[in-house]
């Protein structure tokens, strides 16, 4: 079960639910991936409307990461994602979220 005051986010994979979080060391390894240099440049990539699949996948992945899980990309090419391609999208969003707002406080 994810923790929202952690900024924790679930996220159902291959029928197992799995706890998202955007720790540090993962903002700062989704920042090298997708080549931005601030956090701010990070998240204004995922609010122009124009993020790609492979952003979506670059921050599960790094939201899993976080969460505990050792995964990879490659390791979800395959992987039955609840909702599909809109539910991991409405989970990555999420997930950006709650790196960065308190539950309950006004957005």
Do not use: C, H, Y
């Amino acid at each position: 079960m994810s923790n929202p005051w952690r900024g924790e986010v679930e996220l159902d994979i291959n029928g197992e639910a799995r706890v998202m979080r955007l720790t540090l060391g993962a903002l700062a390894e989704l920042e090298a991936q997708l080549g931005e240099t601030t956090i701010v440049d990070l998240v204004a990539r995922f609010e122009t409307g124009k993020t790609s699949a492979q952003d979506v996948m670059a921050l599960i992945v790094a939201g899993l990461r976080g969460g505990g899980w050792n995964v990879t990309a490659e390791d979800l090419v395959s992987a039955e994602i609840a909702g599909g391609i809109t539910g991991a999208a409405k989970a990555a969003a999420k997930l950006l979220a709650r790196a960065f707002v308190v539950p309950g406080a006004a957005a």
